[in-house]
């Protein structure tokens, strides 16, 4: 299974795709990860999650196949002018693989995303585009911060100002004159002045208009009049839509002719029409000259909100929302952002009056929901304006909205020091400190809750730690709370409050507890608990898989921290950021004891025998036994009844429970619980015993359940035996692989019977290699098939074996007629014989006789000369063997071929001379070679030649004649092979019994040459000679 899991992490390599829907699909726990217990685990876990793509990741980092993505960015910080619209921001990702990048940007910039994903990086590169379109002038930076679940990146961009023409520069500042002006920072003469100094001698038409808007409002006549008629010759309405506007206004202001401000009007409304820029202008000038909103604020209120809906902002307009509410503090109706935004800009210049600032406190005292920027205008004014009105104002609005903020706890306590009287305010008090520090609380709060019973559970466990923490200070007030600290802290503990609080104060007082009955009861619900501290802020939930436990607990992370019941080492830790996705590996925690478990454990545990966290740790601890006492047995059946145990736990505690039963036999139990036993969740050291005590129990059909699954290599052959005689006998001779491998192991432990044998033979499994004991042990016990003979005899033939045994086999299926394939076994056999040289029995030669009598041999040269090798060395021939045997050999001579094998019989059978003639020549090589003999007598005599004769398993055989005084040199060459053989030839001369042949004088003579009595031996010779009949083969004579 290993291979096969490293064989799909390469493949998520290639194709993280293909790898999802396999990872993804209904086999892949079964297929890659069977032997993997804890990777099992963690698939199961992850499998909470609900991005797919993230639950593969963190799969594949936790096997080790890949390293998390990672990410860098070019820059910390860009300068970006003012007047740039957009900024493109590189990403880079350092590696393969996916994740989720969150991404914020603020103020008032836009991105054209909130989330990016690997996905979408080319080239492992993504190009970031911040929209700068709506950053304000009072923008001095923005920022872009990128976040994944391990990486956090924050870029600050930095606006700087463009560089402006001499013109820019100055019309901004005449802008801020005029609001100064207007926010009463100055007088008419000083705001005149100011502007003539700015603008000095600059010529232009707006420096012109602005020059004639100067003498307007200054009151000089004279100068307005000349202004006025020198604009009229320049045609300012020429010069486009806004210095048109402008004109008109200011001799609508001049005139002040209704016709006049009339036209003006209607000429403004176009103009802000065409032009959308130009609006917050374009209104302002309205609400002095349009009859229809300047003698009405709420008109121009409610304009002004249309504008700013539309994202317009414009100071002179923030300055005339702010002259309104002055005017009419009640159009302030509701907090919202518009309401915001201007009281933001009146505090900043100081224009507001007290009644407007009023008028927002008491709109905001009847807001349900504040946002941050409305309590801080809150704030704000009471920083103004330190007065006890808007205190209680800020500390009604935090009692009202409900928002307990650290930040907001000095007003709290400045109200409580002050004495105020407001429902609630002590609670908000105690709400509002921070948890973690345990700060001297205002003599008033701890008298106010020595009587009252308003705090939640949480609270009380804060007050209670507190006081405890601060004891000396706190003196004789101590005595109002230490029974009400006693009760409290046995109720925590029965409800399992886990704070920290809580938990300072459990370690104050649980050791006064266990000599509690109601104490000892209680402590289950918290002397498990360890503290999780979560290094990694973005994961927002803790979940923890026991092996012991069948769900999963889910623990919410509060700064970091989680209080988790952990019942021992075997336990999982996975976490979810705030997407829910999971995360695994590279996440950094730690877990912290709090007190002293086993010490309360072994206390307690008397006194909750039931108590389900009790059992859950009993259970770790069962995991690891090997057995069971009788106390532990009464335990353990408890624990099979607790239905939060994990099957995997119960399977464990099952198995012990099963040997307890078994050693104690008390076998009405035992099968009760057998009854509860799935073999998919067996251990595996436990497979073999389980399977042995359903066979003791007689629950064959179980027992061959769990054999079928996990084998039965190490069950005991005698309980073997037992199952499979109880199969063989449902089976009834039907064929089942399984059946057989069973008798096969039974007959190899030597145990087998007639009927193991019987079916073992009938259905023997393929890559059997004991057939030749099988057929033995067969054989002794009386049982035999012809079908399994067959196979074994035709195993011989065709895998060329050359065991003894099969020549019994082979005799055997004789003796009991078996007629199937003689011709090649025994054609097999006689190879054996003849050319291997094995020795067979005389049974074989005797059926070997009957088979040529009745078959012949014109098809084989084996088989008769197998019988011929074997009757030469007998002694005695019966008449019909001798016949036999002259006809072999008169068959083998007619078709050329001698061996020097006949003259063995000489003794026995009349043989043909020549056999006493013939030099025999043999070659060993390979088979179905064309094998051609060379005889030369002399280096220039001919060569004689013939083709060689195989006999079998490449044993070819030659003959030639040769006087005595010839020394041929004998060697053979291959059909395709121009070498000559030499070494593997072998040749056996003519023999003794050739004496008194003419062809044995010529030899004699020959050998002789040299001596006188070659002469009489050549007269004797030409005597004999014509004594003998002519013939054309002297050498034939008999």
């Known amino acids: 299974m290993k291979e096969n899991l490293s064989l799909f992490l390469e493949a998520a390599k290639l194709n993280i795709q293909e790898a999802k829907r396999i990872f993804f699909g209904e086999n892949f726990k079964k297929f890659y990860l069977q032997e993997e217990t804890e990777l099992r685990n963690i698939y199961d876990q992850l499998m909470m999650g609900k991005n797919r793509n993230q639950i593969l990741e963190e799969f594949l980092i936790c096997t080790g196949a890949k390293e998390r993505v990672s990410f860098e960015i070019e820059k910390e910080e860009y300068q970006v002018s003012r007047d740039q619209e957009y900024l493109q921001i590189p990403i880079h990702q350092k590696n393969w693989g996916y994740e989720e990048m969150d991404v914020r940007v603020y103020p008032h910039l836009k991105t054209e995303a909130s989330l990016i994903t690997t996905e979408q990086f080319q080239d492992m590169t993504y190009e970031l585009c911040v929209d700068l379109r709506n950053a304000s002038e009072e923008m001095t930076e923005g920022i872009v911060e990128l976040d994944t679940a391990f990486e956090h990146f924050k870029i600050i961009i930095r606006f700087y100002e463009a560089e402006e023409e001499q013109s820019q520069r100055m019309w901004k500042k005449v802008q801020q004159i005029y609001l100064d002006f207007r926010c009463g920072k100055c007088s008419v003469e000083e705001y005149c002045q100011r502007t003539c100094d700015c603008i000095g001698e600059e010529c232009g038409i707006l420096e012109d208009l602005l020059r004639l808007q100067l003498a307007i409002i200054g009151k000089r006549e004279e100068e307005a009049r000349n202004r006025m008629e020198q604009m009229n010759e320049n045609r300012p309405w020429e010069e486009g839509e806004m210095i048109e506007s402008y004109y008109y206004y200011l001799k609508a202001l001049y005139e002040k002719n209704p016709l006049t401000t009339k036209s003006a009007v209607k000429i403004i409304r176009d103009n802000a029409k065409r032009v959308q820029e130009d609006r917050a202008y374009c209104l302002w000038m309205l609400m002095y000259l349009d009859e229809e909103i300047v003698f009405s604020n709420k008109k121009q209120l409610e304009e002004i909100k249309k504008l700013y809906q539309e994202g317009i902002i414009a100071p002179i307009l923030q300055y005339e929302t702010a002259s ?237 921290i989680a209080y988790c019941d952990i019942y021992s080492d075997q336990f999982m830790v996975m976490f979810l950021d705030e997407k829910e996705d999971p995360h695994i590996a590279e996440v950094f925690w730690e877990m912290e004891a709090l007190w002293k478990e086993q010490l309360y454990f072994d206390k307690c545990r008397t006194k909750n025998t039931f108590h389900e966290k009790v059992l859950l740790a009993e259970a770790a601890q069962y995991v690891k036994k090997t057995q069971l006492s009788d106390e532990e047995a009464k335990t353990a059946q408890r624990l099979m009844d607790l239905q939060i145990l994990s099957d995997d736990a119960k399977e464990m505690i099952l198995e012990l429970l099963l040997n307890y039963y078994y050693e104690n036999h008390n076998y009405e139990k035992l099968e009760e619980y057998l009854g509860q036993v799935r073999w998919e969740k067996l251990q595996e050291k436990n497979r073999a015993s389980v399977i042995e005590y359903f066979i003791s129990q007689e629950m064959y059909e ?337």
């Not at 973690?436 to 205002?442: A, C, G, K, V």
């Not at 003894?804 to 076994?825: A, H, P, T, W």
């Not at 070494?983 to 044995?1000: C, D, I, Q, T, W």
Request: glycine letters at 6%.
């Open 324 to 560: 309104i509410w002055n005017r009419n503090p009640l159009f302030i109706k509701e907090v919202n952002g518009f309401t915001v935004e201007h009281m933001k800009f009146g505090l900043k210049y100081k224009i507001l009056t007290k009644e407007v600032l009023d008028q927002y406190v008491r709109v905001i005292r009847r807001t349900d929901r504040l946002a941050g920027e409305a309590f801080w205008i809150l704030e704000e004014i009471y920083r103004n304006y330190p007065e006890e009105e808007y205190l209680e104002s800020i500390c009604r609005t935090i009692l009202r909205t409900g928002q307990w903020k650290r930040e907001y706890h000095v007003y709290l306590k400045e109200a409580v020091q002050r004495s105020m009287k407001m429902l609630g305010l002590f609670e908000a008090y105690i709400r509002t400190l921070d948890p973690e520090e345990y700060e001297q609380l205002e003599p008033a709060v701890l008298h106010y809750f020595s009587y009252s019973n308003s705090l939640s559970t949480e609270e009380k466990a804060y007050l209670y730690a507190n006081i405890h923490a601060n004891r000396k200070e706190y003196g004789e007030i101590l005595n109002n709370y230490t029974q009400k600290i006693n009760v409290f802290v046995l109720k925590a503990i029965e409800q399992g409050l886990m704070t920290n609080p809580a938990v300072y104060l459990y370690q104050q007082y649980l050791p006064d507890l266990m000599g509690s009955e109601a104490g000892l009861i209680a402590f289950p619900n918290i002397i498990f608990k360890k503290k999780l501290i979560c290094h990694n802020k973005k994961m927002k939930t803790a979940v923890i898989k026991h092996m012991e436990k069948s769900q999963s607990d889910f623990y919410e992370l509060k700064d970091g």
């Open 702 to 1038: 179980e027992a061959l359940k769990g054999m079928e699954r996990y084998g039965f290599d190490v069950i005991r052959i005698q309980l073997l035996e037992k199952v499979v005689r109880y199969l063989l006998k449902h089976l009834q001779g039907r064929k089942s692989m399984f059946a057989a491998k069973m008798c096969e192991a039974v007959f190899l432990q030597g145990e087998a019977g007639k009927e193991i044998l019987t079916y073992l033979q009938l259905h023997i499994p393929p890559e059997a290699d004991y057939l030749d004991q099988l057929w033995q042990q067969g054989i002794e016990q009386g049982v035999y098939d012809a079908g399994f003979t067959d196979h074994l005899l035709a195993q011989f033939l065709k895998e060329d074996a050359k065991e003894e045994y099969y020549i019994e086999i082979f005799l055997e299926s004789l003796r009991r007629g078996n007629q199937n394939g003689l011709d090649l076994l025994f054609e097999r056999f006689c190879q054996w014989h003849y050319l291997d040289g094995k020795k067979l029995p005389e049974e074989f030669f005797d059926y070997l006789t009957r088979f040529l009598d009745e078959k012949g041999w014109d098809n084989s040269l084996l088989k008769p000369l197998s019988w011929l090798k074997y009757q030469v060395e007998r002694e005695q021939l019966s008449d019909r063997e001798q016949m036999l045997a002259s006809q072999i050999i008169g068959w083998f001579m007619e078709r050329d071929i001698y061996l020097e094998l006949f003259v063995g019989f000489q003794d026995r059978i009349p043989i043909p001379k020549i056999l006493f003639c013939i030099s025999f020549v043999s070659y060993q090589g390979l088979s179905g070679q064309k094998v051609m003999m060379h005889c030369q007598e002399e280096k220039e005599a001919m060569i004689k030649e013939e083709m060689m004769t195989e006999l079998g398993d490449g044993r070819y055989v030659g003959w030639f004649l040769s006087f005595l005084d010839e020394h041929p040199d004998v060697y053979v060459t291959i059909q395709g092979d121009d070498r000559k053989y030499r070494k593997s030839v072998k040749v056996a001369y003519p023999a003794e019994e050739n004496m008194g042949l003419k062809y044995h004088k010529i030899n004699e003579m020959l050998a002789n040459v040299h001596s006188s009595q070659v002469y009489d031996m050549i007269e004797q010779y030409g005597e004999m000679e014509y004594m003998m009949e002519r013939s054309l083969q002297p050498w034939m004579e008999e």
